[in-house]
């Protein structure tokens, strides 16, 4: 059965982009369009097997939304991959001490995100 990826951005051109890149790589996709609603939707799963999340979104930005998933028992080491416009140092050791597993700055490289995503789901 092929992994679940949740995406969560509030582009939804970003979306788009994403779930096509990882949907034409063999992967299933979930959206969210912020991570208030990424964790009322990994709250109903158990099956996410990776998250891709932007930094900057309303409600609930990628930071508070990893360090929630982080908190919970079955999600606690999926891998976490921050993919935003945002490429300051200070930003991505944030992003790291929150449990961000990786970070690609966008606009992303199709090729290179499959790759990211193929090494953090082995």
């Known amino acids: ?4 990826i949740m995406t969560v951005d ?3 051109s970003i979306r788009q982009m994403v ?3 990882l949907t034409s790589a063999g992967y299933q996709v979930v ?3 912020d991570g208030s609603d990424a964790l009322s939707k990994i709250g109903d799963s158990s099956t996410i097997d990776m998250l891709i999340t932007d930094l900057n ?3 609930l930005d990628g930071i ?4 929630n998933v982080r908190t919970q028992q079955r999600h606690r080491f999926i891998p976490i991959l921050l993919l ?3 490429s300051q140092e200070a930003k991505k050791q944030e992003g790291k001490a929150a449990g961000a597993s ?8 199709a090729t290179q995100l499959v790759e990211v995503v193929r090494k953090l789901l082995k």
């Open 31 to 33: 959206e969210a369009v």
């Open 19 to 21: 779930s096509f890149t």
């Open 64 to 67: 508070g939304l990893i360090k």
């Open 57 to 59: 979104m309303p409600n």
């Open 10 to 12: 509030d582009s939804t």
């Open 1 to 4: 059965m092929a992994k679940l």
């Open 84 to 86: 935003t416009t945002e």
């Open 102 to 109: 990786g970070w690609i700055v966008k606009p992303f490289n």
